[in-house]
């Protein structure tokens, strides 16, 4: 649809086309920075997980990291960082292991 000269196009098609355009970066973009906040929220909880434990196998009980992180998350960056928040955050990371990539994987499985 693009290659037709300008000649050919009516007001109609040409509003389409450039809605479609836009539609269609708009919707990439939301792709990309729902992956990136992915990657963040995981990330987040990996260093939750690894300050709470400090390189034991498990955290200490009662420690109140949580709500003071979000206290302080809260005062620098604003809205969206409540304890609840973040104990779901490091759920994240507990639950879902990012592992290595396919040939990662298949360079570990050709050295053995």
Not at 42 to 54: N, P
Not at 63 to 79: E, N, P
Request: hydrophobic share 35%; proline share 1%; aromatic share 8%.
């Amino acid at each position: 649809p693009i290659a037709r000269a300008a000649t050919e196009l009516n007001y109609t098609d040409f509003l389409t086309e450039t809605a479609q355009l836009i539609q269609t970066a708009c919707q990439a973009a939301a792709r990309s920075v729902n992956s990136v906040m992915t990657a963040t929220y995981w990330e987040m909880g990996r260093r939750i997980v690894e300050w709470e434990q400090h390189g034991n196998e498990r955290a200490e009980y009662g420690s109140d990291l949580l709500q003071q992180l979000s206290t302080d998350l809260a005062a620098q960056l604003g809205r969206g960082f409540s304890a609840t928040n973040l104990k779901q955050i490091r759920s994240f990371y507990q639950k879902w292991e990012i592992g290595q990539t396919l040939s990662d994987q298949s360079n570990m499985t050709n050295l053995r």
